[in-house]
């Protein structure tokens, strides 16, 4: 085996990304992605709610070598294993101060909306359910987690409303419809998304 194979073979088993998150029970979920499968780790993070970082610091390389490996299935989404309440918290301070963690068993008291043009009601899905409580970014920095964008599925299908649920520390932007409730969610960068008019909200 030469010095380059042991070198590549080296460099494909360190941690390249992190993936973190708590699950319906609240239980915090972490573990680490080597850099050939960062983009489907990426993805699957995307599906499940979690958080996708990058280990681009010897701090964030340290931390990630404390966690055990992950594993992405065919299904599209990853094996994040459990790991301790203070690992967790320590890999989450490097999260954008942006982010915020999906809402699932409970929702939290109404937080001071962000800036933006505030969207009392924007629309309702197909369960009848009104989104409250979204942002109309008015600039593509104002996108953040609760902003009611524009977003295709395909590029022949046209635009759509959805709502982010999700930020990533590398600009990874997850969506959910805001009028199919059971279309899967979706993740794209600034670039794929389209802000509607100030005016929308009035």
């Not at 982010?99 to 933006?116: H, L, N, S």
Request: overall charge neutral; aromatic content about 8%.
């Amino acid at each position: 085996m030469t010095n380059a194979t042991v070198s590549a073979a080296s460099s494909a088993a360190l941690p390249a990304l992190i993936v973190l998150g708590l699950d319906d029970g609240g239980k915090a979920h972490a573990s680490w992605f080597a850099e050939a499968e960062t983009d489907l780790a990426e993805k699957a993070a995307g599906m499940m709610g979690m958080a996708a970082l990058r280990a681009s610091t010897d701090e964030l390389r340290d931390l990630a070598g404390k966690l055990r490996q992950g594993r992405v299935f065919a299904s599209g989404k990853a094996f994040v294993p459990f790991v301790k309440v203070p690992l967790f918290d320590k890999i989450a301070t490097h999260l954008p101060k942006s982010y915020r963690w999906p809402v699932r068993a409970a929702k939290p008291a109404a937080e001071k909306p962000k800036p933006g043009k505030k969207a009392s009601a924007v629309g309702a899905n197909q369960s009848g359910d009104v989104n409250e409580g979204l942002t109309i970014p008015e600039g593509w920095d104002q996108i953040i987690f609760g902003s009611l964008v524009l977003a295709c599925e395909d590029a022949n299908d046209g635009w759509f409303p959805a709502h982010v649920i999700q930020v990533s520390a590398d600009g990874l932007f997850t969506l959910k419809w805001r009028d199919f409730s059971d279309w899967p969610v979706i993740v794209r960068r600034t670039h794929h998304l389209a802000l509607l008019h100030p005016r929308h909200a009035e």
